[in-house]
């Protein structure tokens, strides 16, 4: 395989732990902290969990290692939507494994969660796992979305590690990886199958953060990449001005990355799903938001801006999410053959016309055709519209700019609109991992590691103190039933890892909302450039701003 020379550089890159890991394994000790509580819904909780809930907080630190003497052969799975760093994880997890005793062994299972049920494996070595060392992707092992969440699952997978004799499996994923993570703990602890399980906090998404994980790995990456593309985009508009770029960004629900997009590249418009929530604004009303910004900039000579649009922000617009839980129903089972046979798009919108309530019908009918159509594609798994394949920088945009038509025919515009459109996700997913995602992902895998041969389980990896330099990071894990509530999902009661949103009175959110409106109307883009790996430390080692903020480290 021909290597770029970044690729061979990055091989020679020694990620950074937390200090308290450095001293080699034999001189790392445990300090139990206090008993925990879920979130929420403890007594429930509790009695879902009953082997593995309520255990104690954990920090590692210098000091004698007092773990039992033990080969240790040990899982790993990659869950979910690519992050970068995951290859790092994995790394971490290896080198602890083999620094330990080198006849530990790594199963990576492949291909994601169903690679444990189909014993689909292969067993780590140092040749392999050199090759992908501080690299993106997960295509060490792959990846996957299929979920471990019942008995059968449960069963089939106690019966492939007892045949290989592993015991223990590390579980890389997002919220419901890692809630799956607890479910299978519990199980492999209430069968006394002496299978620890263990998770690490994955997903570009940022929404799986609490008071005790400070970030998804993957993050700091995506967000990077993303806001080095807007900010070319910006700089490209201030040099041509004569267009306005609406760019989507991934994050399937939450609008982490695009606030964090926002508060590195200072677009004049991004939109906040979780804000469209709280203030209940319709479709119409945020097109005008965004007209507004249009006009004040075209009356000051500016007919050019940027727009971030978060990728899940129709399913937030309370009429939108009303109308898509209508066309899920108008679809469901059988119905959706029905609808597929209808020969022409008329005869199909005929269809929706005679199912849809008047209220949703008048929101279908203002929508551009192609996205009309786009909300009839395949459904996802749970037969739900899988809202990432809506276009909604060209709905917006459409919206918009009949706003404007609008009101140039009522005389109280006279600029001139022209619309680009772009889409970020799959471009930051497998970037190189910053250096901050590199160190952090290496410190997880390791970390995992010793939690494993100090004989949690249930546990997700938790290394703290983030916007420190790594040296200052603190290292241990927390049991993942400390996270937990009771959430109702298709239609059922389920124990869930609480999905973090954008806190509106959380600093990110607050300091975005100062400066929005000067942000809106004038032009301070700023221009963040690619991440940089080699050179200072003030270039190459920055947290993300929401990091920063959160952590009071910027005002
Ligand atoms: P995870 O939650 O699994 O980390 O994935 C998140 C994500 O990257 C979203 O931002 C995006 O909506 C989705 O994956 C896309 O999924 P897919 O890779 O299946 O197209």
Known sequence: MKL???????YEYAPKLPGMLRNGIA????????????????????????????KKEIIFAKGQNTSAPKTHKVGVILSGGQAPG???????????????????????????????IEDDYIIMTDEYIDQFRNTGGFDIIGSGRTKLET???????????????????????????????????????????????IGCPKTIDGDLKNEDIECSFGFDTATKTYSEIIGNIERDANSAKKYWHFIKVMGRSASHVALECALETQPNICLISEEVAAKKMSLSAIADYIADAVA???????????????????????????????????????????????PTWADKYAFIEAGLTKESMEVFAILPQAIQQQLFLERDPHGNVQVSLIESEKLFSALVADKLAARKAAGTYNGKFGALHHFLGYEGRCAFPSNFDSDYCYSLGYNAFMLIQYGYTGYLSKISNLSEPANEWVAGGMPIT?????????????????????????????????????????TCFVYPGAIQYYGPTEVCDITTVTLALEQGKMK
């Open 86 to 116: 995951g290859h790092n994880v994995v790394c971490g997890l290896y080198d602890a494994l083999k620094a330990t005793n080198p006849e530990n062994e790594l199963y990576g299972f492949k291909g994601g969660p169903s690679g444990l």
């Open 27 to 54: 001189d790392i000790c445990v300090n139990e902290g206090a008993e925990t509580q879920s979130v929420a819904d403890q007594e429930k909780i509790a009695a879902l969990f009953p082997n593995t809930y309520g």
């Open 4 to 10: 770029s020379p970044l690729q061979t550089a990055r």
């Open 296 to 342: 004040k900039r075209a009356a000051k000579g500016m007919n050019f801006g940027v727009a971030i649009i978060p990728e899940g922000v129709v399913e937030f617009v309370p009429e939108f999410s009303v109308l898509i839980a209508e066309i899920n129903e108008l679809l469901a089972g059988a119905k959706a053959d029905a609808f597929n046979a209808l």
């Open 151 to 197: 008995n059968e699952q449960f069963a089939i997978a106690a019966e492939v590690c007892k045949k290989h004799g592993i015991t223990a499996i590390v579980i890389i994923g997002g919220d419901d990886s890692n809630t799956n993570a607890a479910i299978l703990a519990e199980y492999m602890a209430a069968n006394n199958t002496g299978v620890q399980v």
């Open 482 to 522: 400390k996270m937990m509530n009771i959430e109702r999902r298709h239609g059922e009661d389920k124990p869930v890892i609480k999905k973090a949103l954008v806190e509106l009175d959380g600093a990110p959110f607050k300091y975005f909302e100062a400066h929005r409106e000067e942000w809106a109307e004038n």
